[in-house]
Structure formats: C-alpha cells, structure tokens
C-alpha cells in the first residue's frame, strides 16, 4: 500500500480525491495548503504527492519549487490536480517539474495510471 499526499484548499475536492485513491488501494494523507503539504511531505515521505495550484497563501506551483529545493522532498513525484485546463496551464505545471498533470474534473482511471506511473519512474 503507496502513501499519497493529497494537497487541495476545497474539503470537497479533498473528499473526492482521497475516496478515488483509496478505492485505488492507496493509503491517504491530506492538506489544504502548500505550507501544509511541505511539512506533510517532509514527515511523512509520500510516495507520491497530488497538489492543486490554486491555493490561497502558497500555491502548487510554488510548493513544487520548494519541494523541489529540499534535500528531503525532491524525490517526490508530484501529480498537479487542478481546474487550470489551458494548454499553457499545462506546459507552465510540467514545466515546474511536475511528473503529470491531470485536470478536473477528474477522471479516477486517468488519475489511477498517473499514480501508477509516477512510482513506477
């Protein structure tokens, strides 16, 4: 069983997410802000880590930078979960080094293979 941070400021959201992920046979850990996912992920060593980009304080993007700086957390693939649909939105998150980049709503097999990929990587 994969531990899986997920990240996302909407306790709906959040809901969604982690009963697709369990149902997907993973164990959950949650926050609702990139401040909070950072200290998570550095506790707790995520396998994988979902993070969405609009976050009131910190958002994913710069969570991602900042995961991405730390010794601890850089090994971490972080999946962006997110409403931005653009094209550029797309480019600019795998960009910022995200290993995928899976829109909502969410599709739980598309979001399920990403997972799957990510620890595979």
């Known amino acids: 069983m994969s531990k899986i941070l997920i990240v996302d400021d909407s306790p709906t959201q959040l809901c ?23 200290e998570l992920a550095t506790d707790e060593n995520p396998e994988v880590i979902l993070m969405d980009i609009v976050m009131p304080g910190m958002s994913g993007y710069q969570a991602k930078r900042k995961l ?6 850089r090994h971490i693939p972080v999946i962006f979960v997110t409403s931005k649909d653009g094209e550029a939105d797309r480019a600019w998150g795998l960009r910022q080094g995200a290993r995928e980049y899976v829109t909502k709503p969410v599709n739980p097999s598309l979001l399920l293979t990403a997972i799957s990929e990510a620890m595979a990587a």
């Open 16 to 38: 969604s997410l982690r009963q697709i992920v369990e149902r997907g046979g993973h164990q959950t850990l949650t926050a609702d802000s990139g401040e909070k996912a950072i």
């Open 68 to 73: 991405g700086r730390t010794d601890a957390t």
